[in-house]
């Protein structure tokens, strides 16, 4: 099966995205399983758990103390699909201290270890460097403009900790990996293979389930930003030669946001669904990148969110091949998805991204698998 490049794919962006729909769902439509570059056999859910070699890694999740139930409802879900064979430890984060309400809710769900971490001032809030005047005057223009959360402090905030400052929180540095969840998301998967070492022993450094465009008006300045950034000293090294450029340029689907973006197509990996090597962030490469994003104030200025930040970084610094579609793992939060045709999937549609049809022109996987991606044939 051979997928075009949609560079060369001819007509009007509504063209475009009938024939990116179309390749979409032939792809999802074909019969998977686990993944092929890999003996998932060797990393099966170990007879003993008391005796299991883990990964370096953990389950994250930001939440506040009121999103205990919905938490919870992600955790029965993770755990039926993947941990209560593994056991890896949780850490929960908030910006305030955990309640014991809260504590006592998630431990219902899961038997496996909890840690619960108040994040470190210095880490979350809005740095003092910003002018707080200009924020709130931005917080109404992008408002105004229909940005989503752009008036929540708390939100911006959420975004700039999650975008460059959590993998430095002290009690993770220990580890390696993280799998991000959020509140009240599905797991439609039973997954009989640890996610964790698929990545270790593939050298990969970070995994996602959904590609979608963004809020254009959200981050008008963050590739132009990144190209000053790149141009300065001698930034460019950092670029990984077999970087997703073209998934980060394409203008076809959507060609209003990659205008409105300086050029960035807008397209990132939704993070509420991330498997990845803290290592990658903490890198010189990223790290940098990072305090100049953070040096113009713009998670404030304008609303830069932390997907398409993680999106751009991995695009340009990391080597393509080293970022995996866990294609295997049916994924929802609202209102989007992704659902394999697989026989270890349950109660989702196969193919199914939305259940809205205004929100189809959102998914951005075609630009991903017709050149960001290996042959999907030889993954799955
Ligand atoms: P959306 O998915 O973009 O609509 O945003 P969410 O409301 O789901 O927020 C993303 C994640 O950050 C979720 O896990 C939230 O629980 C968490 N989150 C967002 N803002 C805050 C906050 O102010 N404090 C804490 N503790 N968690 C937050
Ligand atoms: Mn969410």
Redesign the pocket.
């Known amino acids: 099966m051979t997928f075009t490049n949609p560079f060369n794919k001819q007509g009007d962006p509504e063209r475009i995205l009938e024939l990116n729909r179309e390749s979409y769902q032939k792809l999802m439509n074909i019969e998977i399983n686990e993944p092929k570059d890999y003996d998932i056999n060797s990393i099966r859910p170990p007879e003993d758990i008391s005796k299991y070699v883990h990964a370096n890694a953990t389950i994250l ?5 009121s ?1 205990a139930r ?2 919870a409802s992600t955790i029965r879900q993770f755990e039926a699909s993947f941990n209560s064979k593994f056991m890896y430890p949780y850490t929960f ?4 201290p955990f309640s014991e309400r809260f504590k006592a809710k998630v431990k219902e769900v899961s038997n496996a270890p909890m840690n619960f971490i108040t ?1 470190p001032r210095d880490l979350w809030a809005r740095p003092s460097s910003i002018d707080a005047k200009k924020a709130e005057e931005a917080m109404k223009i992008l408002t105004e403009k229909s940005v ?2 752009a008036n ?1 402090l ?2 911006h ?2 975004c700039r900790f ?1 975008s460059g400052t959590f993998y430095n929180i002290p009690e993770l540095l220990k580890f390696k990996y993280y799998w991000r ?4 998301v599905k797991f439609f998967t039973d997954i009989k293979y640890d996610v964790f070492k698929y990545l270790e022993g593939t050298q990969k450094v970070y995994g996602f389930t959904l590609s979608l465009y963004d809020i254009e008006d959200s981050v008008t300045t963050l590739w132009p930003e990144t190209i000053k950034f790149l141009n300065s000293d001698d930034n460019y090294k950092y670029i990984n030669p077999n970087g997703a450029f073209q998934w980060l340029l394409e203008n076809q689907q959507n060609p209003k946001k990659a205008e409105i973006a300086g050029g960035y197509s807008t397209c990132h990996f939704w993070s ?1 669904f991330e498997i990845g090597d803290m290592d990658f962030f903490r890198g010189e490469a990223y790290t940098n990148w990072f305090k100049h994003l953070d040096s113009t104030g713009k998670f404030y200025y304008e609303r830069w ?1 932390d997907a398409p930040v993680h999106s751009i970084g991995l695009g340009l610094f990391a080597d393509k091949s080293k970022i995996h579609w866990f294609r295997d793992i049916g994924y929802e ?1 609202d209102p989007y998805l992704n659902c394999p045709n697989s026989k270890n999937v349950a109660r989702c549609k196969t193919g199914l991204f939305s259940r809205w049809d205004h929100l189809q022109d959102q998914n951005c996987m075609a630009s991903w698998v017709d050149y960001s991606m290996a042959d999907p044939a030889k993954i799955y």
């Open positions: 999740a930001l939440v506040r103390n999103e919905q938490i984060i908030n910006d305030s994040i989503a959360y929540k708390s939100y905030n959420m999650y969840i959020e509140p009240q509420n969110g939060h």
